[in-house]
Structures are given as structure tokens and as C-alpha cells.
């Protein structure tokens, strides 16, 4: 069930917040009413998640809810030992536990990739179907895991704990919230009481991320596709086509996963339930590092904390600090998927980071700003591509080695590009491939590129002017919710 879905919008939601609420004053006036049990909100809201991940394959709940029971007994015989001074035992529970939640991912997300690569690609091809968000719900088991043994988390019920391990707002993409973030807010007992602030306040966060995603995201990601899928199908590109493709895809994975993270906040929020920022305006980085500062940030977390950090950061020298920061990479490559288009993209960045934590250029904020931006646009090519020669092809456009080419209209209103640029018709592999197509595409791309690099992002807003925004966006994302042809899955669906 998506976000942006009518069934979530129109039934889910307003039923899941109705019950969290009616239930939890059972909660309040419980010893009035001499009834047993406790939590009735929280249970709510677990069963109400639970239906939620369940409507798309209803098997894989089993799935989810055998990996809470087994990773919750787990986490409480870590925290015991731990507690008790029995460092080594505890110490052997979490390998167990780290090496059967890897097992489980790798089964279902990696067997056909590592055998292949194996059997250097001698192996049959066997599909497996990959339950949704298995990636997220089992890092934050990880996390739940390693926390005990470190004693950084709180105590947890059964309930509690499966409560922020499948809370629908964050189960299916995120963000990844630690123990001690989410814990103690599922176990307050104004958990379930209505807060018309939160509940206005989470309202209109959702909301904003819902235009993001209708109106932007998805607008960007058909331009993006039709150069991307040309590549595929092996079409050469032009200079123009392929920075167009490229371009467009940047904003799509932008507003794509920033609505996704919006809407998540929002609808915690709603649920009296704050969750961290997760993204914080990436493409206005002034270098790699604080790119990934602000994209993901809680996976950019995870990865420093929990494997980079293991791995020995940076206590032994530049040589294995590099070393550290590229294996770190390529993890958080294969972790978006199993595929080598995943693991170059991650190799790319772990470069970059290596670059620019050797770099003594001391470049002029402006220009910093724009080689960085330069190199995550470039970055971003691998990571949508089919494949190597799909990202090959495409990179040969955008480095113009298969020509410029600009359609008559735009040559004959500026002779002085016939110079540079072939006149055609039509660019075949940029919009619609209409003579109209390229200024409609660089109309969108220049208010694309000019709402993420000038405007604040929706948690810099005021509110007058969150109120702005979705007054200026709410009519075209009420169309494309009733009016679009399809509803498109958020691009960290796949992950």
C-alpha cells in the first residue's frame, strides 16, 4: 500500500488514526474502568501496521513477525548478559543474531547475485521473491541487537519492541530510528491521546511530501525513464538527451525519496511519534561528505556507526582510513540492491570521499558546490542504468561524444548554434519527442533544479510558509491523486 495511494489516503489512514486514538483513552481511563490489559493504542497501531505491510503479499507477515519474535529473545538474552558482566556470551549472541539476520537478507535478496558471481555467471538464474522493506526491518533489528550489547537501549516489551520495529510509517523505506530514539516515545503514556498541533502539524508535512511526489517526482521521473530506457535498448544519445535523462533523473530520486521522508515524518507525527530528519537539502553539499550528511541520513548513520566505525573509522592511519570509507561504500552500494550497477555506484562515492578527505585544494565555495553536485549527477547514471552498457552509453551522451544535436526550432530562432549543433526535428529520446518537448523539458528542469538548489526544504519552512507551499501545490496534487493513470511505487520500494 502506497503513501500516496488513494486506498491509504482515503481508507487506511483516517481508520488507523481513528482506532490509535479511540483505543488509547481505554488506556487513560483503564483503572476507572477496571479493564485488564494495557497498551491498547500501541496494539493498535502494531495490527494496523501489520495489515499495512500485509496488503501487498499477506505470506511475508509471517516472515516479518518470525523475525520480531526471534530477534526480540535475542536482543533480551544480549541486554541480560551484558548487564551481568558476561561479555564474552553476549558477544557470541550478537554474532549469532547479526549472522542470522544477514543469512535471512542474503537468502532473499543475494542468492541469485552471489552465486552467480560464484560461478562466474555459469549458474542457472533463479528468481526469489524479495519481501518488501526487508532490508530496512532488518538493519533495525541490527541495530536493536548491537545497542543491547553496547547497553544504549531502553527496555522493551515484546509490544513496544515490535511497535518500532514495524511502525507503518517508517517500516517500508524508512527512516531507520535507533531503540533509544523511538522506545521511549512508544512508552509514554500520552502515546495515544490526540494532539491537534501534532496532528495539524503532521497533516501538513504529509501533505507537502504528497505534492512532492505527484507533482514533481513523478513528472521528473518520465522524462527520466525515456532516456534511460532508450540507453537500455541500446539507442545512442545525444549530448543533450542524455544530460536531460540525467538531470531529470537526479530531481526524480530527490523529490522522489525527500517526499517519501516528508510523508513518513508526517505521519508519525500524527501518531505523536517525532522521527528524525532524514534529509536535509543534499544537492546545496559543499563536498561529498556533506552530501552524505544530508542524503539518507540515517542509513549514512547506520553505515558510520555500525560498520565503518567497526571496521576502525579512521584510528589507523589515511591508507586504512580510505580502505574503511570504500568497503563502507560498497556495502551501502549492495545494500540498494544486488547488482553491479549498485556496487559501482557505491564505488564511485567511496572514491569521492577518499578524494575529498585527501583534498588540499581549498576551492571557492561556489565552485566546491558545483564539482560536488557535478559528481553525484554523474554518480546517479550507474545507479539508474539497466546496466554497464546502458551507463556507458549514457555517459558517452553526456561527455558529447555521439554529437550535439538541438531541434530546427531552437537553431533557427539562435543561427549562432548551427556552429555547434545539428539541426533535427525532433530530439527522439527527450519528452514527448515533439518539437515543443525540449523548452517544456528545460522549463521543468530550470524549476526543478531551482526549487532544491534556492528554496529551504519543508523542516526550514515557516509555517506561513509550509502554508504557501501547499496552497500553491494542493489543486495539482488533488488531480494527479484522483486523475493519474498509474500510481508509481517510491524508488526506495525497490531497496
Known amino acids: 500500500m502506497l503513501f500516496s495511494s488513494q486506498p491509504f489516503i482515503l481508507g487506511f489512514l483516517p481508520i488507523a488514526l481513528a482506532g490509535f486514538f479511540l483505543l488509547g483513552q481505554l488506556d487513560r481511563f483503564r483503572p476507572k474502568l477496571n479493564l485488564c490489559g494495557r497498551n491498547w493504542g500501541l496494539g493498535w497501531l502494531v495490527a494496523a501496521s501489520l495489515f499495512f505491510y500485509a496488503w501487498c503479499n499477506p505470506p511475508f507477515v509471517l516472515l516479518l513477525m518470525g523475525s520480531v519474535l526471534v530477534n526480540y529473545g535475542l536482543g533480551q538474552r544480549i541486554l541480560r548478559l551484558a548487564r551481568v558482566g558476561h561479555g564474552i556470551a553476549a558477544r557470541r549472541w550478537l554474532a549469532i543474531g547479526i549472522a542470522g539476520n544477514l543469512t535471512l537478507i542474503g537468502i532473499f535478496k543475494y542468492a541469485d547475485f552471489l552465486l552467480n558471481v560464484l560461478t562466474a555467471g555459469y549458474a542457472p538464474h533463479f528468481v526469489i521473491f524479495l519481501p518488501l522493506a526487508i532490508s530496512f526491518f532488518t538493519f533495525q533489528q541490527i541495530m536493536f541487537l548491537v545497542d543491547g550489547y553496547r547497553q544504549r537501549r531502553p527496555a522493551a516489551s515484546l509490544l513496544t519492541y515490535a511497535g518500532f520495529v514495524s511502525l507503518f510509517p517508517h517500516l517500508i523505506a524508512g527512516p531507520l530510528v535507533r531503540p533509544g530514539e523511538i522506545i521511549p516515545q512508544l512508552v509514554s503514556p500520552a502515546l495515544a491521546l490526540p494532539s491537534r498541533v501534532n496532528v495539524t502539524d503532521g497533516l501538513t508535512i504529509f501533505l507537502l511530501g504528497l505534492g512532492k511526489k505527484l507533482v514533481l517526482a513523478d513528472a521528473f521521473g518520465f522524462f527520466a525513464d525515456i532516456g534511460f530506457d532508450a540507453a537500455g535498448n541500446g539507442e545512442v544519445l545525444s549530448f543533450a538527451e542524455a544530460w536531460y535523462a540525467a538531470l531529470s533523473y537526479a530531481l526524480q530520486i530527490y523529490f522522489d525519496f525527500s517526499a517519501y521522508s516528508d510523508m513518513a515524518i508526517g505521519l508519525a507525527r500524527m501518531l505523536n511519534v517525532r522521527f528524525p530528519v532524514n534529509f536535509d537539502s543534499p544537492y546545496k553539499a559543499a563536498n561529498i561528505s556533506d552530501f552524505w550528511r544530508r542524503w539518507h541520513i540515517t542509513l549514512s548513520q547506520f553505515l558510520r556507526d555500525y560498520v565503518y566505525i567497526p571496521l576502525g573509522g579512521n584510528r589507523r592511519g589515511p591508507a586504512r582510513k580510505g580502505l574503511n570509507m570504500m568497503l563502507t561504500m560498497l556495502l551501502g552500494g549492495l545494500w540498494h540492491g544486488a547488482a553491479w550497477n549498485f556496487v559501482l555506484w557505491g564505488g564511485l562515492h567511496g572514491v569521492f570521499l577518499i578524494l575529498c578527505a585527501r583534498s588540499r585544494l581549498g576551492l571557492?565555495?561556489?565552485?566546491?558546490?558545483?564539482?560536488?553536485?557535478?559528481?553525484?549527477?554523474?554518480?546517479?547514471?550507474?545507479?539508474?542504468?539497466?546496466?554497464?552498457?546502458?551507463?556507458?552509453?549514457?555517459?558517452?551522451?553526456?561527455?558529447?561524444?555521439?554529437?550535439?544535436?538541438?531541434?530546427?526550432?531552437?537553431?533557427?530562432?539562435?543561427?549562432?548554434?548551427?556552429?555547434?549543433?545539428?539541426?533535427?526535428?525532433?530530439?527522439?529520446?527527450?519528452?514527448?519527442?515533439?518539437?515543443?518537448?525540449?523548452?517544456?523539458?528545460?522549463?521543468?528542469?530550470?524549476?526543478?533544479?531551482?526549487?532544491?538548489?534556492?528554496?529551504?526544504?519543508?523542516?526550514?519552512?515557516?509555517?506561513?510558509?509550509?502554508?504557501?507551499?501547499?496552497?500553491?501545490?494542493?489543486?495539482?496534487t488533488m488531480q494527479a491523486l484522483f486523475f493519474a493513470p498509474r500510481v508509481a511505487p517510491f524508488l526506495y520500494f525497490q531497496f
Do not use: K, Y
Not at 382 to 410: C, K, N, V
Open 364 to 476: 571557492p565555495a561556489l565552485l566546491a558546490r558545483m564539482l560536488t553536485l557535478a559528481a553525484v549527477v554523474v554518480g546517479w547514471v550507474p545507479f539508474r542504468a539497466s546496466g554497464f552498457h546502458a551507463t556507458w552509453i549514457m555517459l558517452r551522451g553526456m561527455m558529447g561524444l555521439e554529437g550535439l544535436a538541438l531541434p530546427q526550432m531552437i537553431t533557427g530562432a539562435f543561427p549562432a548554434l548551427q556552429a555547434i549543433a545539428q539541426p533535427v526535428p525532433v530530439l527522439r529520446f527527450l519528452g514527448d519527442a515533439r518539437t515543443l518537448s525540449f523548452p517544456e523539458v528545460t522549463a521543468m528542469l530550470a524549476l526543478g533544479w531551482f526549487i532544491v538548489l534556492c528554496m529551504p526544504n519543508v523542516h526550514e519552512l515557516t509555517e506561513r510558509g509550509r502554508t504557501l507551499a501547499l496552497t500553491a501545490g494542493f489543486g495539482l
